[in-house]
């Protein structure tokens, strides 16, 4: 066999896989999910309630349907809510994106309680694992005295169907790509390629480092 079909044949083989690892994954996503006899705990969850006084509040109804738009939950393994990377796991309202924004017919009265910016991913979501420096975009819950933190057991009570045949053969595509680098010749025959960041310095943070660095010399 000429080794140009060779590599051909290699390279179909890989992308038949890939379609049956797809069919796999859609399969077991799609899986029914039914109730546990025994429900058990898995952990903390902390999120949001409202303060029993808000209710007597001349805003009251409207901070009962703002709530459950804004409203989201943290959840821990263990009742300190700490990050495995040592930083506390803090309770923030959700940020509304613009497209949610539009499509939602809010009048004044709730609007107001929102501000417009692009506020920075680590002050709005702190356990979140992307890159820093990083913002998003969208409507901001600014008047939050009428929100309580409430924590309670995180009660697994559902479970996802469990396909023994499905999983062992993802775990056998996955070791063949793995032993025969799979995952790097199907990004090169998607044209997939690694996107760098360019972690070069902001204008503004140039200029303080050269100040401080002035300050350094003329201390010496």
């Known amino acids: ?31 029914p999910i039914i109730p546990l006899e025994h429900p058990y705990q898995r952990g903390w969850m902390k999120t949001y309630q409202l ?29 300190d809510f700490m990050h495995k990377n040592g930083g506390q796991l803090v309770l923030r309202p959700r940020i509304i994106a613009v497209g949610e924004w539009v499509r939602r017919p809010w009048p004044i009265s709730h609007q107001r309680l929102f501000a417009y910016g ?6 709005i979501y702190p356990w979140t694992g992307r890159r820093y420096r990083e913002c998003i975009r969208g409507f901001r819950l600014m008047r939050t005295w009428w ?24 775990a056998e595509i996955e070791c063949f790509f793995t032993l025969n680098l799979g995952r790097e010749r199907l990004n090169k ?4 390629r ?7 310095a902001s204008a ?17």
Request: charged share 30%; net charge positive; glycine share 2%.
């Open 147 to 170: 929100l309580e933190e409430i924590v309670g057991p995180l009660m697994i009570t559902h479970q996802r169907v469990d396909l023994p045949e499905v999983r062992s053969r993802i």
């Open 51 to 79: 303060r029993k006084d808000a209710l007597h509040h001349p805003e009251g109804t409207v901070f009962q349907a703002v709530l459950p738009v804004v409203n989201q939950r943290v959840t821990s393994r263990h009742r």
């Open 194 to 200: 690694s996107r760098w960041r360019d972690h070069t």
């Open 118 to 123: 692009q506020w920075e991913l680590e002050n």
């Open 1 to 31: 066999m000429p080794i140009h079909d060779k590599y051909l044949m290699r390279d179909k083989h890989l992308l038949r896989l890939e379609r049956e690892l797809n069919r796999l994954h859609q399969a077991q996503w799609r899986a």
């Open 204 to 220: 503004s943070e140039q200029r303080a480092s050269s100040a401080f660095a002035d300050q350094i010399v003329l201390s010496e």
């Open 189 to 192: 025959l998607h044209d997939r």
